[in-house]
């Protein structure tokens, strides 16, 4: 057997499913391979996926796209690649509660957001408001990374960035309702999030695992959409007891199950989605056009 660590971006949530189911149904044995899930709580966030990837304490991690960049172009660059697309379409947006009376981005001006503290997360945000007419005025605040959406629950923030098929189903869930935008509808072009990434030196020294563990992780994902109740129960064995208690799993998969992709687009990432986002942050100045040129993903593996 040959061991693979892979981060998670958050606790255990809906967009894990295909690798833990995989591995609970033991799809990832039968390959050889003895995946190891480090969970965010053990060390209470102190580490970034990006960070334990960075520093060899984890093989693959579950990260926005960002990341990517981030890591191949700091100053001691980890040569880092994308290699499977969780959703194939942006499922995030930038919320806050209708009780606010926050209809639109650009009435954010002068309210608190809290934020992830991720590469361009501030940035975008203000750049919606600029895009529906605002200013981009907004107050900035960092709570805590996995208490930051109760921030909003509590009122402690006007707004924060989630993830529509969690957080967003727990919120419809609990009868409270929110105002969502969407990145997309306010001009701004999203890559892929959340990606698995993984170091290219890692690649190249065993295509072949890589490969493996990117072909098992997409029947994962498939095997979901074909036994939801079952899917249900073993996505339940691995999450907090808070999103136990506050989330409907199975209204969740649903929701999610459409966004996974098919036999033939399941974690595959298109260039051109890729490329306006690069293009994107050249133009904004968040990023120098050498990442234009960069191997910063790949879809080799499932070949």
Known sequence: MTELRLA????????????????????Y?????????????????????????ELDFADL???????????NNKVNQVQAIAIYAILQKDLSCITSLKSANISSPKLL???????????YEDY?????????????????VYPEKLGIWNTLLTGKADSTWIFD???GIEASSKGIELNKFTL??????????????????????????????IKTTQKGFLYVKKNVAESVKILKSYMTEYDL???????????????????????????ERVTSFLNWLVDKGLEDIVILNQPLFTNDLFE
């Open 29 to 53: 044995h039968q390959q050889g391979i003895d995946l190891q899930i480090l969970n965010p709580l053990d060390d209470q966030y102190s580490m970034t996926p990006g960070k334990k990837l």
């Open 124 to 140: 975008i945000v203000k750049e919606m408001i600029k895009n529906d007419g605002g200013e981009g005025d907004i107050k900035i």
């Open 165 to 167: 098929n969690w957080e």
């Open 184 to 213: 997309a509808d306010f001009n701004i072009p999203y890559g892929y999030s959340p990606i698995v990434l993984t170091k290219r030196e890692s690649i190249a020294e065993n295509k072949e695992l890589y490969s493996t563990f």
């Open 61 to 71: 991690a579950i990260a926005p796209f960002e990341t990517v960049i981030s890591l």
């Open 109 to 119: 001006d002068g309210k608190s957001y809290a934020s992830y503290k991720a590469r």
């Open 245 to 271: 208690n506050n989330i409907d799993v199975e209204k969740s998969i649903m929701f999610s199950i459409p966004y996974f992709g098919d036999e033939s687009s399941c974690g595959v990432m298109e260039q």
């Open 8 to 27: 998670l971006d958050w606790t255990p949530n809906v967009n894990h499913i295909g690798f833990i189911v995989a591995k609970e149904l033991g799809l």
